[in-house]
C-alpha cells in the first residue's frame, strides 16, 4: 500500500484548507454491465456553502462486494471512494496517484493488469451514454485482443476519450475492436 494516501488522509487535509467546505452526494444509483450489479456514487466537493463549481467524484463498487472489506457494504465504500476522488480533484494528495489506499485494498490489490470491473462498467456506462446497444457495450468491455482480457490500460485511454465527443468515439472503438 506505498504511495497510496488513505481517504481520511484527504478528508482531513480538505476541512482543514476549507473548513467551511462540505462533502456531498450528488446522485447514486444501481447500473447493471453485462452481468455484473455495481453500486454507483457520484460525490461533490464543496469548498464552501456557495461553492458554483464543486469538484466531482464518481465510483463503482459491485455489488455482491469482491472482498470481506466490501461485502455489506459497497454503499459505504463506494461513497468513501468518491469522496476521496471528488477531493482528489481539488489537487489533494495526487501526485502519488488518484486511487485512494481504500480503493486498492477494496480492489484487492488487483495488479495483474485486467481491467476493473469498475473500469469496465463505467466505460459501459459512457458507452450506452455514446449510444452503443447493450451488444455493442459488452463486446467492448469484454473484448479480449489476441486471447487476453480488456486491460487496465486500454479501458482507461477508453474512458478518457469518452469525456469528450462520445458518440464519434464510441464509433471510433466500436470500428478498432470489431
Known sequence: MDGYV????????FYKKYPMGSLRCKEWSVET????TFFVYVAQAFRNPDDEAPAEGIAWEPVPGKTNFTRDSE??????SAWGRAIAALGFEVKRGIASANEVRARGGN???????????????????????PEEQNAIVTHKADGK??????????????????????????????
Open 111 to 133: 495488479t495483474n493488469g485486467e481491467a476493473s470491473p469498475q473500469q469496465k462498467g463505467y466505460l459501459a456506462s459512457l458507452l450506452k451514454k455514446g449510444g452503443a446497444s
Open 75 to 80: 454503499a459505504m465504500n463506494c461513497e468513501t
Open 149 to 178: 482480457p480488456l486491460t487496465k490500460a486500454l479501458a482507461g485511454q477508453m474512458i478518457d476519450a469518452l469525456g469528450g465527443e462520445t458518440k464519434e468515439v464510441v464509433a471510433k472503438w466500436k470500428g478498432e475492436l470489431a
Open 6 to 13: 488513505e481517504v481520511s488522509e484527504r478528508i482531513e487535509q
Open 33 to 36: 454491465a453485462g452481468d455484473q
